[in-house]
Every structure is written in C-alpha cells, then in structure tokens.
C-alpha cells in the first residue's frame, strides 16, 4: 500500500485539488484508493459534497481513538475511490491532544491496524494507495500525516514567492525521518496551477527542476477554470468536465504516479500488466487565448508555444521510477529563495 501525503505549508497552492482528482485519476485506472482529509477545514470531504454533523465519524473520531479508521471510510461516487471526511472538530485535535502520549502516530497506528486486521482477514491490503490531504501548517495535523505517510508530494504554485519556504520543509520532512518515520521520502514536486503563457511560471519550474532533479512531475498541472468549478458540484474532475484540460492533467500524474509502482513489489504483483504498460504520449496543450478572439475565423494567434510543448511532453512514454534521492543530498536552497524576476510574457 502506498500512503502518499500532499503536502507544503502555503495554502491555496492546490493540495486538496491534487489529493481529490489523483485519486479519482488511478481510482478510475482500476486502483483501491483512500482518501484522507487533515484539514479541519475540510475543502476535501466538501469536493465530495461530504457535510459531516459534530461526532460523525471523521478524520477527527479516528485520531481522537473514538472510532476504528475502517468504519470511518465512506464510499464515493467514483467506484473504488473511498473518503475519511473532516469538519470543524478537528480544529480542536491539536490541542486536545497536545498531551497525549504519542500523539504523533496515532493516524499512523490506526491505518497498520486497519491494513493488519484486513490482511489477516482477506490476505490482502486494504487499498492499493493512500493519500492525505494535509492542512497548510506544519503542525500536529500534518505531522500524523506525515508519520503516517511512506512518500510526501509536495504541491507547488508556479508562482511568485514558490520556493519561499521550500527549505523549512524539506527540514522538516528530514527530521520526521530521523526522529519519527525513517520510510518518509518525498518523491515528487508537483506544479499545480501552471500558467505557461507566463514566463514566470516556466522560470519557478526551472528552478525546481534545479534543485530536485529527477523529483518534479513531468506533467504540470495547468490552470483550468473546470478545476476550480468541479468542488461546488460536489464532484471530481472526471465526473464534471471528463474531456477538459484539468482531467487530462491528473490523468497524465497519475500515469507517472503509477509508473513508480515497479519499486513497489506488492503493486507491481497486483499489477504486472499496467505497471510495465508504457504511458500514454500527452498531446501538446490547448493555449487559450488572454482574450476572445476575433469574430473572424482565424487561426488563434498563438498557436500552441514551443516552448510549452518541449518542456511537457518529453519522457512521459519511458519514463523511469524516480531515483530516491535523500534529503540530506539535496543542494541546500538559499534561506530565501525567491525568484525576483520574471513577469508576464
Ligand atoms: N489547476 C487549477 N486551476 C484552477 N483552479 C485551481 C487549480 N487547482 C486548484 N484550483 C483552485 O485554487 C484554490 C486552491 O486550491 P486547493 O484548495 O486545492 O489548494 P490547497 O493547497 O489545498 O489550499 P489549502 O492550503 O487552503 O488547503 C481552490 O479554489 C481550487 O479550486
Ligand atoms: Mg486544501
């Protein structure tokens, strides 16, 4: 089972957005997928049109010890994809628990005593990924995901101030690992709410291609205006707007999450045909024009930026698992890393 946490402290850098439509996207491509949502301000179970009365089972009952992590899963409407939903409460578990003993593992012990009961039961895992939608903060809520997690995925803006903060995680990250969960990776960078008409947003990838070779997802996932409507629907991408940009995106991560499944022996057996299949070649990006175009039926003037097509589309066909590079190797970023350039084209 892979637990996968989304992760970075900023908020609005799409986290939530990630953990909902990666996990419809290898949901859909046959996969058991859990959801978690850690944030009590619970956007995730909202995207599921999920509205939780005080003492539902929750993400909250769970740390809490009042309720088993199993019986607090609820089914989507995407087949195989499950939800562990949050409200409000869980604002109050970082100081209900402050003096709790442990109170960094709990999320932890609750999924290997679920995935221990279902494996003596059934012989297997009960699900094939995990994913934690953590909250934008580094506290108590992020840490249980972050213990309870074997890989962190770092969402990132393609924006001004991107990698402002990028150390102070990455620090982190490595002493969860050194003091709390020796598993803890973080095995990708992923640019969310990419705009490549913008020569900013090419830059701040650059940048982190430079800093995490080999960690920072081929496939960006562009601004889509479908992505920002789908959660006020109460639905994924692929059941709002299966044909628009936004779909094909996560549809193209979640190809390369699952081409990491080779060093994963329990999916790679589970999946031996999908895990050798190679992926699917991505089609240039549609560029849409700043304004409407002209009545007339002209060619859009901008035809889709070479830049843009080069920068996407190489490797996603063969793509190998990423090389596991530790923390500790990693160039150290300047403390505050910032581009100070770069502008709309
Ligand atoms: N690719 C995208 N295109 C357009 N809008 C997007 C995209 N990704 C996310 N959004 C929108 O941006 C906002 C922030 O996204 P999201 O909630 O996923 O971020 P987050 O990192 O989880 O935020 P928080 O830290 O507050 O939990 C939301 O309104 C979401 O619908
Ligand atoms: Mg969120």
Known sequence: MRRIALINQKGGVGKTTTTVNLGAALALAGRRVVVIDLDPQANLSLHFDVQLESGEPSSYSVLLGNCAFGDALRDTMTPGLRLLPSNIDLSGAELELANAFGRELILRDAIDTWDKEHREKHGVSPADYVLLDCPPSLGLLSVNGLV???????????????????????DVVSLLRRRLNPRLEVTGFLPCLYDNRTKLAREVIAELRSYFPGRVFTR??????????????????????????????????AAEVMAQESVHPELAARYPAKAAEPLPAPGPRTVVPRKAPARTPEPLPCAPAPIAVVELTPRLGTMAPPERVKEEELPELPPDAVLLEGAAD
């Not at 692929?238 to 094909?248: I, K, L, N, R, V």
């Open 148 to 170: 309870a997690a074997h890989e962190a995925v770092v969402s990132v803006q393609t924006e001004f101030f991107a990698l402002q903060g990028m150390t102070k995680l990455v």
């Open 220 to 253: 960006a996932i562009a601004k889509n205006v479908k992505l920002a409507e789908a959660p006020s629907y109460g639905k994924t991408i692929f059941e709002y707007a299966p044909e628009s940009s936004g779909a094909q995106d996560y549809e193209l991560v």
